[in-house]
Nanobody
Framework: QVRLEESGGGLVQAGGSLTLLCTVS????????LGWFRRAPGKDREPVASISSRGDKVLYADSVSGRFTISRDNAKTTVYLQMNNLEPEDTAVYYC??????????????????WGQGTQVTVSS
């Protein structure tokens, strides 16, 4: 059974930084495409970032490009989301997601079968 567990969320002032972690257990981590998504209050879920199974391709939503960085550590079976220059608009519950067999990165939530429970990020102005 595949399990994803996010951590690292919290309260930060605008302009600050946070790093989210998602530890994945279950099948071969190296085979997973990994993604981060978020849902702000009253809004639909939106993509944030994705990284391919080999770690050689990354994708970002326009709203976070240049501020957020996704990375993975296969030895630790963990995917990271480094968030810099945070804005109040980044306030949301952040979810990590995984899918096996894709290879490529993708920002389409329907392509992910496995999801974590989410971690809250709150950015104060």
């Amino acid at each position: 059974q595949v399990r994803l567990e996010e951590s690292g969320g919290g309260l930060v002032q605008a302009g600050g930084s946070l790093t989210l972690l998602c530890t994945v257990s279950g099948r071969a981590f190296y085979a997973y495409t990994l993604g981060w998504f978020r849902r702000a209050p009253g809004k639909d879920r939106e993509p944030v970032a994705s990284i391919s199974s080999r770690g050689d391709k990354v994708l970002y939503a326009d709203s976070v490009s240049g501020r957020f960085t996704i990375s993975r550590d296969n030895a630790k079976t963990t995917v990271y989301l480094q968030m810099n220059n945070l804005e109040p608009e980044d306030t949301a519950v952040y979810y990590c997601a995984a899918e096996v067999g894709l290879g490529r990165a993708t920002l389409r939530p329907r392509e992910y079968a496995y999801w974590g429970q989410g971690t809250q990020v709150t950015v104060s102005s």
